[in-house]
């Protein structure tokens, strides 16, 4: 986990949404970042980066066998991925209380619909992992009800 949250650092550098992802089955370690504004794809989400490079290296679809690393719990896309490829262990760190889909929001882990069972681990890091997204999205969104204007940031009624 602690592999995950420095690539989620270097995401975060690159002008993306800190999150890394690590993949690991045997010898096969796969590493991946949030590259959605590098790469200008809507889809290029660590964990559907590492996904795909796994099965790259490792030359087949179904993973089995796997554990995931996560800095940050996957969205309902990456949990379906997750899913599909039938990786069996998942370690998050900090849960995502607008878009989980390991529990937060929804639960694709553990629908009845689902085929495919994984073992969910989350909270690893956890704090460490919240605090870098939060230190994130408050570096870049100014407040609500308030403005940024020549850098100074003015709370709702100031002019």
């Known amino acids: 986990m602690r592999r995950a949250l420095e690539l989620a650092a270097e995401a975060e550098t690159a002008g993306d949404v800190p999150v890394g992802a690590v993949f690991v089955s045997g010898d096969v370690v796969v590493e991946a970042q949030n590259e959605r504004e590098r790469r200008a794809d809507p889809t290029a989400h660590a964990e559907m980066l590492a996904i795909a490079e796994a099965s790259r ?43 989980g889909a390991a529990g937060s929001v929804i639960d694709v882990f553990g629908s009845a619909a689902v085929h495919h069972r994984v073992q969910v681990i989350g909270g690893v890091l956890e704090q460490e992992s919240a605090r870098q997204l939060r230190d994130f999205f408050v570096a870049r969104r100014p407040r609500r009800g308030g403005r940024v204007v020549d850098g100074t940031r003015l709370e709702s009624g100031q002019t």
Not at 74 to 96: E, F, K, N, Q, T
């Open 57 to 99: 290296r490792i030359g087949a679809w179904r993973l089995g066998e796997a554990t995931l690393y996560v800095s940050k719990e996957p969205c309902v896309m990456c949990a379906g991925a997750i899913v599909a490829a039938r990786i069996s262990r998942l370690v998050y760190g900090a849960s995502d209380p607008k878009g």
